[in-house]
């Protein structure tokens, strides 16, 4: 079946030229984040500019506060999956998984706007967006659809590039989001256009599956305003004001969502529906759409207060997240036919601990440098046979 899967993942990334950052990118980095075409990340994530002997202009300095946030992002999207299986019978876990959904995508999203905000529409940020984008969603969408016919039992599904399956929502919403993002910088009052844009959609039922359209719509807010915001908002953000200021508000949320775990809220941080598919009032929509978004926002400034700034162990990761967001879906849908949530231990209080263990020590092996090696022609596809001499095409890593 359709899952609604993440967030999940953004996936951001840093680079030396203005290139649009989504799940699949990565560029030459520099000290302060230019706009960046690209995550989970492209949180998400920026494009790497193809290495070659025609290039001779140095390397910059990445920045790692932006690879650090599409590190620790993408391990809460792995995490989040791991613990769907856990969350009947378990308020708490419920309630932290109500948690991370409110904050997570978002994340990754504005920060994948942020990185977007050099996409003009030329040539070589196309041919990125190909590349880094379109391949990898195509490729990814025959190959969760093979593999789920086995872990769904569904032989006889069909591959559909337009209803994407599982994690690939994330890259077709990016894609669209990209195309349109020279239109949001032209119009005036862009985030209140995309807001009324998302509580539109979610008056509407009949917004079907294609290309995941409640999603890209209702997300969209959070995209425009990561193309509105400059790397000073970001700092202010990480003010140790804002860092202490974090500790209560995330203990608030986590008691709300504490609180609102039985009454079933956390489908309304998918995105994925309209209001009557969800059993509730068609005003709901507009309402809800109102206070997810400014939830989110709150949670997320909390988030990036406490993402460290230096560099870490995990910085390099973050140039990878793309790899261990599209990889990490095999392993959780290996999970059902395996039979690894079937062990009664596992529901109890430090089986959910080694199951979030185990998804983090997953999705960060599957974003170190081996795995990189062997999945980069499907993630980070060069395809300069594909286009005319004259223009860049472009690896992505989120």
């Not at 202009?57 to 993408?74: E, G, H, M, Q, S």
């Not at 069909?158 to 949001?184: K, N």
Request: charged share 15%; proline share 10%.
């Amino acid at each position: 079946m359709r899952q609604e899967g993440i967030g999940q993942a953004t996936l951001p990334s840093n680079g030396t030229e203005p290139t649009p950052a989504g799940p699949a990118q990565a560029e030459p980095p520099q000290t302060q984040p230019p706009p960046v075409e690209a995550p989970p990340a492209e949180p998400t994530p920026a494009e790497p500019t193809p290495a070659g002997p025609a290039q001779a202009a140095p390397a910059k300095k990445r920045d790692a506060f932006f690879d650090n946030a599409k590190y620790l992002a993408i391990l809460l999207v792995a995490v989040g999956h791991a613990w769907e299986p856990l969350r009947e019978g378990s308020r708490t876990v419920t309630a932290f998984y109500t948690l991370v959904y409110a904050f997570h995508m978002p994340a990754f999203i504005v920060i994948s706007g942020h990185f977007s905000r050099g996409f003009d529409g030329s040539p070589q940020r196309v041919k990125r967006l190909i590349t880094g984008v379109a391949v990898p969603y195509v490729v990814f969408e025959v190959a969760y659809t093979l593999v789920t016919r086995w872990t769904d039992d569904a032989p006889d599904r069909d591959v559909s590039l337009l209803d994407p399956l599982y994690l690939t929502w994330f890259l077709a919403a990016l894609f669209v989001w990209r195309l349109t993002a020279p239109v949001w910088r032209l119009v005036r009052r862009p985030l209140p256009l995309a807001l009324a844009v998302a509580m539109l959609a979610t008056l509407s039922p009949a917004i079907g599956k294609d290309l995941d359209l409640q999603r890209v719509l209702q997300f969209l807010p959070y995209f425009v305003l990561g193309l509105l915001l400059k790397p000073e908002h970001f700092r202010l953000v990480r003010r140790r004001a804002v860092r202490v200021a974090s500790v209560p508000v995330f203990a608030a949320a986590l008691a709300v969502a504490y609180w609102a775990a039985p009454r079933g809220v956390y489908p309304w941080f998918f995105h994925n529906d309209s209001a009557v598919q969800l059993g509730a009032p068609a005003w709901y929509g507009p309402v809800m759409t109102l206070a997810t978004f400014g939830c989110s926002l709150v949670l997320v400034a909390c988030f990036l207060a406490w993402v460290p700034g230096r560099h870490t162990w995990f910085t390099a990761l973050g140039a990878a997240t793309l790899y261990g967001y599209l990889l990490h879906g095999f392993v959780k849908q290996a999970a059902g036919p395996a039979h690894w949530y079937d062990h009664p231990w596992i529901h109890q209080p430090l089986g959910a601990l080694a199951v979030t263990l185990v998804a983090a020590l997953t999705v960060t092996l599957l974003c170190t440098s081996p795995v990189r090696r062997v999945f980069r022609c499907v993630v980070e596809p060069r395809a300069e046979w594909a286009f005319r001499r004259g223009g860049e095409g472009g690896r992505a890593a989120a």
